[in-house]
């Protein structure tokens, strides 16, 4: 079963694509070779395995890879970003070493930039929440850049560990000016629950490439959440593999992409074990000339992953003329022995008809257009749990509607 389909949604500058592969070799939109099963996904620690992107791979068709060079160099030892954390008096925090047993046991890099991570950092961050903890207060890992940051390249290495039947909330805040190829590695053992928040709140300019590598134990839950607003190019790529039965994993994220950003967020999900969920809902808005959003959806079942239930879905809103969302959901299926299996993507405008109706009601269009917004986005924000952080995003996205308003004037 092979779909790919292609939606214009205007005739000059705006534009979307939703592609969808569920087989062996089936090919992509876009003129681009077949890809390969995702289970023949090659991964290494060493960066000469990887070439240097010409954005003609399909992990890069959609990146700007000019923006890039630098990072792809490997030579990331600039200025990184500080990094400050607020925790619990019983979860560990520590500063460690390269040479650290514990660092790369979750999974190996998967591209090219992941690799130059992984080579260039010098020391890493390992906050683990130890076994049976219940957070009193969320984790708060603030990663702060400013103008040394943005001057060069840097690496960054995160080992975030929940322990046996823990319960916790880590958020990870991006703010700042920064050049950062960083690594987040997610352990979450048997039986513990784990939400990871990572916001990118960055400021104009700001590159960011991050590979989130998860690996989920027995009856273990990690509930992922990716949060983009700022920066200039802004990647994020969540892996998550199950080692055991009876695991969950939902991912959520929301973007808010301006003129001139690239914001890209690739996901994978390894279902090698039988009688696991997974869960990918991912909602973004655009707007602007040159507004550019990437979410890509892979989910593989393999044939030992009897009894899997998952679902992915993606859905984009365009604002403005002049911005483009490319969404790409992947289905591979290795066993016909499944709880249920599906994705959906949707690219569109604004609802001429809701839009009528709130009008219809007295309302003014500006508000009526906040409203739809709002309501678009305030499903996902409600399940971040932190309020916070929370009443901080809908300030930002206030911020980005005034911006259209203005701009509309």
Not at 125 to 132: E, I, M, R, S
Request: net charge negative.
């Amino acid at each position: 079963m092979t779909a790919a389909t292609t939606q214009n949604l205007s005739t000059d500058h705006s534009r979307a694509t939703a592609d969808a592969a569920h087989t062996h070799g089936d090919s992509h939109g876009g003129g681009t070779a077949p890809e390969a099963s995702r289970a023949d996904r090659a991964t290494s620690f060493v960066l000469a395995d990887f070439p240097v992107p010409t954005g003609r791979e399909e992990d890069w068709r959609f990146s700007p890879v000019d923006r890039l060079q630098k990072i792809f160099a490997g030579e990331l030892h600039g200025t990184g970003p500080v990094v400050t954390v607020e925790a619990d008096d019983d979860v560990r925090v520590e500063r460690v070493g390269r040479d650290d047993e514990r660092l790369g046991k979750v999974g190996a890099p998967g591209d090219r930039a992941a690799a130059a991570a992984w080579e260039s950092f010098g020391e890493a961050l390992v906050v683990t929440a130890p076994k049976n903890h219940v957070d009193v207060r969320h984790t708060m890992i603030s990663v702060n850049g400013d103008a040394a940051a943005a001057e060069e390249p840097s690496a960054q290495h995160i080992l975030l560990v929940a322990e046996q039947f823990s319960e916790s909330l880590v958020v990870l805040d991006h703010r700042g000016a920064a050049q950062l190829s960083q690594t987040v590695e997610i352990d979450v053992r048997d039986g513990a629950s784990l939400t990871v928040v990572s916001v990118q709140d960055w400021a104009d300019g700001a590159v960011h490439l991050s590979s989130h590598r998860a690996k989920v134990g027995r009856d273990a839950r990690l509930k992922h959440i990716v949060v983009t607003f700022g920066g200039d190019v802004v990647r994020i790529t969540p892996d998550a593999a199950f080692t055991a039965p009876g695991g969950d994993v939902e991912l959520l994220g929301l973007y808010f992409t301006d003129a001139g950003q690239h914001q890209e967020h690739r996901l994978f999900v390894d279902h090698a074990v039988e009688k696991c969920k997974s869960r990918a809902t991912y909602k973004g808005a655009l707007q602007g000339e040159g507004a550019h959003s990437v979410w890509v959806g892979d989910v593989l079942i393999r044939k030992e992953a009897e009894g899997t239930d998952t679902y992915e879905l993606n859905r984009n809103l365009v604002l403005t003329e002049g911005a483009r969302a490319d969404s790409v959901p992947n289905l591979e299926i290795e066993t016909g022995e499944i709880e249920g299996a599906g994705h959906a993507s949707a690219t569109g405008r604004f609802d001429d008809e809701q839009l009528f109706y709130l009008r219809s009601r007295g309302i003014p269009e500006a508000d009526a257009r906040r409203l739809v917004v709002r309501g678009f986005f305030a499903e996902l924000i409600n399940q971040i749990g932190v309020p916070l952080v929370q009443e901080r995003l809908m300030a930002a996205i206030e911020a980005e509607l005034d911006r259209t308003m203005e701009a509309a004037r």
